[in-house]
């Protein structure tokens, strides 16, 4: 952080890891907390280390049906990241981002015979293991 935010005891952080500010306190200052915000930190206006996006619903519906042949070996892929093509506000908390890097490195053994494919389930993978390092460097959840 470059700066404290404006009126620090009304900030607060979400189960997400982001900042949010108790905007029902008569005295808070919605405008001057995300006007500091959008410039707070180096890692950008959420205080995001890495962003991706999880892809397309062709992609998420791909990448389901493609894990769903071994339920039980992606339950954090499947129930949690793939298990819809839209996120709003979703997040991993840090104990299902260590889940979520066993299943990762179980990615490796996923392959498709066609090569188009093969090259967005290892993107899918590097991207994943990024994030996952990320929020386990810092000890953040995962938020979508």
Same mark, same amino acid.
């Given at each position: 952080? !470059?700066? +404290?935010?404006?009126?620090? #005891?009304?900030? =607060?952080?979400?189960?997400?890891?982001?900042?949010? $500010?108790?905007? /029902?306190?008569?005295?808070?200052?919605?405008?001057?907390?995300?006007?500091?915000?959008?410039?707070?930190?180096?890692?950008?206006?959420?205080?995001?280390?890495?962003?991706?996006?999880?892809?397309?619903?062709?992609?998420?519906?791909?990448?389901?049906?493609?894990?769903?042949?071994?339920?039980? !070996?992606? +339950?954090?892929?499947?129930? #949690?990241?793939? =298990?819809?093509?839209?996120?709003?506000?979703?997040? $991993?908390?840090? /104990?299902?981002?260590?889940?979520?890097?066993?299943?990762?490195?179980?990615?490796?053994?996923?392959?498709?015979?066609?090569?188009?494919?093969?090259?967005?389930?290892?993107?899918?993978?590097?991207?994943?293991?990024?994030?996952?390092?990320?929020?386990?460097?810092?000890?953040?959840?995962?938020?979508?």
């Amino acid at each position: 952080m !470059r700066k +404290p935010p404006p009126q620090p #005891k009304l900030v =607060y952080i979400e189960p997400s890891g982001q900042l949010s $500010l108790k905007w /029902d306190a008569p005295q808070a200052d919605q405008h001057s907390f995300y006007d500091w915000l959008a410039n707070a930190c180096d890692h950008g206006p959420m205080g995001e280390l890495v962003s991706h996006r999880p892809g397309n619903f062709a992609l998420i519906g791909f990448l389901r049906e493609l894990l769903a042949d071994t339920p039980e !070996r992606f +339950p954090v892929l499947l129930t #949690k990241v793939l =298990y819809d093509g839209g996120h709003a506000g979703d997040h $991993l908390a840090l /104990d299902e981002v260590n889940h979520l890097a066993v299943e990762v490195e179980l990615l490796k053994s996923v392959h498709s015979h066609q090569k188009d494919n093969e090259n967005l389930i290892r993107h899918f993978e590097q991207q994943m293991l990024e994030l996952v390092q990320a929020a386990q460097s810092v000890r953040k959840p995962i938020a979508f």
